[in-house]
């Protein structure tokens, strides 16, 4: 009696995937991932450009004082002195204390100091020629920290200002290059420098 003869079953679909699968795995056929690109390093000690726009420094031109030296006696003479207090002379230990008088110093000025025989009080008087800049500079330093004083001179030849200090009258006066600043405890208002002011603009050179 013959045999029956038995067909093979179809198998699924998702084992013959599956079977396909294994076979490219096993044979080394895999999909290729991209190729990674490569950077190019700049080559060591290359110099990198600075970001345009940006300012480049610069030298900045500096201006330097203009020395400026006078006797003591030729700035307010004895007699001028004598007239505005007979008590104050010259004073022979006189060293710039003053914050004005050490500016005036620290820009290559001369500064001079009368003692009071009586009180005690010093009379400190500087004066310096500045370059443009330095000059506007103290200008508007006195401008906004002291009081117009139209006495002193007639603007713009003549600019002056007067304060308290500390217990310390303050006059600056500001003719051509010339700075000049006054200061002690016995000006007390602008009319009392007013007399000293008149002498040291009399005795000035010209510039």
Known sequence: ?????????????GLALAAA??????????????????????PSGSATPAPSGEPTESAVPTEEPTPFAIACDELVTNDQMYAFNPNFGADPG??????????????????????????GDVIEIGV??????????????????SNVVPTYGTPP?????????????????????YWIVIDSAAL???????????AVLGNLPAV
């Open 157 to 177: 030849d003549i600019e002056g200002y007067f304060r308290q200090v500390a217990g310390s009258g303050e006059a600056q006066v500001f003719r051509g290059t």
């Open 94 to 119: 006189y060293a710039p204390s003053a914050a004005g008088i050490t500016a005036v110093v620290d820009e290559s000025g001369t500064a001079c100091g009368w003692l009071n025989q009586t009180s």
């Open 1 to 13: 009696m013959p045999r029956p003869i038995r067909l093979p079953r179809p198998r699924p679909a």
């Open 21 to 42: 699968a294994s076979v490219m795995l096993l044979s080394g056929c895999v999909p290729e991932s991209p190729a990674a690109t490569e950077t190019a390093a700049p």
């Open 188 to 198: 007390f208002e602008p009319g009392d420098a007013q007399q000293l002011v008149t």
């Open 128 to 145: 310096a020629t500045l370059p443009p800049g330095a000059l506007e500079q103290h200008k508007n330093e006195a401008a906004l920290g």
